[in-house]
């Protein structure tokens, strides 16, 4: 995998790297790798895969022929480059804020459990 830097811009370059990686599915890979999988638990997690990707590709034929509705698009939330610009004078209103009983917070690790078991 290669990334050209340009006019000395570190941070852009790891940015495209990282994009790179991502799609690529190295990171996936480091994660599952980091600890031995019997191949047991292997096969099991093959078979669950190819489960999976059936179930999307059948799931996306029957959208194509309008077997069952295709999900719902995204709106645009306002102020961004597809809706109309927000201009200085205009406060938020209650709606534009996250409902806050929607949002998830993961409950932090305890320090000593960071280390994996030996």
Do not use: H
């Amino acid at each position: 995998m290669q990334v050209f830097v340009r006019d000395n811009n570190v941070d852009q370059a790891l940015r495209v790297l990282k994009k790179k990686m991502q799609r690529e599915g190295v990171f996936r890979e480091m994660k599952r790798r980091r600890f031995y999988e019997k191949p047991s638990e292997m096969t099991t997690r093959k078979k669950a895969e190819a489960v999976r990707r059936a179930r999307k590709l059948a799931r996306k034929k029957a959208q194509r022929e309008g077997l069952i509705a295709a999900p719902a698009q995204k709106r645009a939330a306002p102020g961004t480059a597809t809706g109309r610009p927000r201009s200085n004078t205009q406060s938020l209103v209650r709606s534009d804020l996250p409902d806050v009983r929607s949002v998830r917070t993961a409950a932090p690790l305890p320090p000593d459990s960071a280390e994996p078991l030996r």
